[in-house]
């Protein structure tokens, strides 16, 4: 139970930060990426924003055990970078910058994002469903 | 000359970070949008279905009963071509997947543990992000 209702309080908090930021607005992400047009730099100061109480987290992550509801925090992951890792970014910001929505705010934006965000939604859903067989083609590429 | 939406971006930024902290060091957990989402979508994170579901209808309902409080209309403004916005959705939904995460997991939670994986990723997701722009707005004229 208290995991559900801190997933809740983060999920709450993070929607609301969304909306607050801008970040649900297709206009700004757009214009913090179109740095040839009338660039928007409102993104960095989200971004470095929500970067510091981040650090400060991860540094409280070294002086503790385990989280409050007693698992283990997450490892370092592999520093392996790997081509799924860039091809992935790249595909991905692709789409973001197509249409101005990361998977974040087109979530917190579903109650006012009309059908144009129940569509982006949507073909979200689809491009995961097609990221397990893309992969297995990808590697087998790799691999050949 | 600092502008609102800088000081309101600044705002709604520390929000995030905090909302990834508490993820963090509550549930010993990533905040990663797409993880989140992904995870239900492909069925391998079924085993705490309930905390997914509970972040992401928080997701939904807060901002949502924030609206009020805005005396402009809330607006995506996202882009009526309905074609754009399925290639976008598609490639959102195969690259966050292939590459383990989004602005929130890579960007958010990765840059602020210095991960290499996590700078990595958001380099590549902002050039292609810019190149995009450049192409389709200033080129094709389609977005």
Sequence with gaps: MQRIVISALSGGLFGAGLLVSGMTDTEKVQGWLDVFGAWDPTLAFVLGGAILPMMLAWHLTTRRAR?????????????????????????????WGLVG??????????????????VFILSMIAGMLLANPVRIRIDQLAAA | ??????????????????????????????????????GLVDRSGLGNWAERVAFLAALVIVPA????????????HITSNLAIVVAGGL??????????????????CGISRLS?????????YLLA????????RHVLGVI
Aim: proline residues 5%.
């Design chain 2, 116 to 124: 290499l994986r996590g700078i990595v990723a958001t380099v590549f």
């Design chain 2, 65 to 76: 009963m924030m609206l009020p409080l805005y005396s402009v209309e809330v607006s995506t």
């Design chain 1, 67 to 95: 989280s409050f509801v007693g698992s283990p925090f997450p490892e370092k992951p592999d520093p392996k970078l790997g081509h799924n890792l860039v091809i992935g970014s790249v595909l991905f910001g692709a789409g």
């Design chain 2, 1 to 38: 000359m600092i502008e609102t939406d800088w000081i309101w971006g600044l705002v709604g930024g520390l929000m995030i970070g905090m909302a990834a902290a508490i993820f963090l060091l509550g549930n010993g957990r990533i905040m990663g949008a797409s993880g989140i989402i992904g």
């Design chain 1, 101 to 118: 929505l990361c998977p974040g705010p087109a979530i917190a934006s579903l109650s006012w994002g009309g059908t144009g965000g129940v």
């Design chain 2, 91 to 108: 490639l959102v939904g195969l690259g966050t997947r292939l590459a383990n995460g989004c602005t929130s997991g890579h960007g958010v």
């Design chain 2, 129 to 136: 992000g810019g190149l995009v722009m450049v192409v389709f």
